[in-house]
């Protein structure tokens, strides 16, 4: 896969991954929103409730991904934008899965979040939005051939202030001021071609164009 420094294939790249997931943890279900890239400072990613874009007479939803956490390793990517899908889903079927504004993911939220591949942590005050990759999502992105984004707004990634989101949109942050929670994916380059790979648990991986033993970095 070519690197994804420019935004127009970093656009594509995300598209792609949407509609793998729609199709393989929602069965294809979800209108596919128009997915930008922005600023959110108070959350990783947002979609919005109303159909906020227009394609001559087709309105679509928003999906974004904050344009200061696209360096995150693929797999914070992906759960963030499977957040945001949760967001769709339950929109699309009338299911109120936040409050207080859209401040607060309930358990409705969780559940569903859940049933797709995600684990979900509670937040004193944002609910239950606390957001992390399962094994099964941590596979699937490994078969997917998933690499990280090249790109990436400002100087790099800090965690957001809080895990809240603005009225009528759906965040994924962290819990207030911890540490974000570190990769539990690893990578191993071939120190010979570059070539590299990820794995889940500590393996001993072979190049077969080289004939070297993969490093973890």
Known sequence: ????????????????????????????????????????????????????????????????????????????VAA???HEMVHLYNIAHDVQDCSRGGMYHNR?????AERRGLRIEHHATYGWTITSPSDK??????????????????????????????????????????EPKKSSTRKLVCPCCGNSVRATKAVRIMCMDCNEQMTEV
């Open 137 to 178: 999502l941590l596979e699937y992105i490994i078969m997917q051939g998933w690499t990280e984004i090249a790109m990436n707004r400002g100087r790099g990634w800090t965690p957001p202030p809080s895990s809240g989101a603005k009225a009528g949109e759906g965040g994924t942050g962290t819990d207030g001021g911890k």
């Open 108 to 112: 409705k939220f969780r559940d569903e």
């Open 1 to 76: 896969m070519k690197e994804t420094v420019k935004t127009s294939r970093t656009a594509g790249y995300l598209e792609k991954m949407f509609r793998a997931m729609n199709t393989d943890f929602f069965n294809g279900e979800l209108e596919e929103p128009i997915i930008t890239i922005q600023s959110t400072p108070r959350a990783y990613g947002h979609v919005t409730v109303a159909k906020a874009w227009r394609r001559k007479d087709d309105w679509r939803h928003e999906l974004n991904l904050g344009a200061e956490t696209l360096e995150r390793p693929i797999e914070d």
């Open 80 to 82: 963030t934008m499977l």
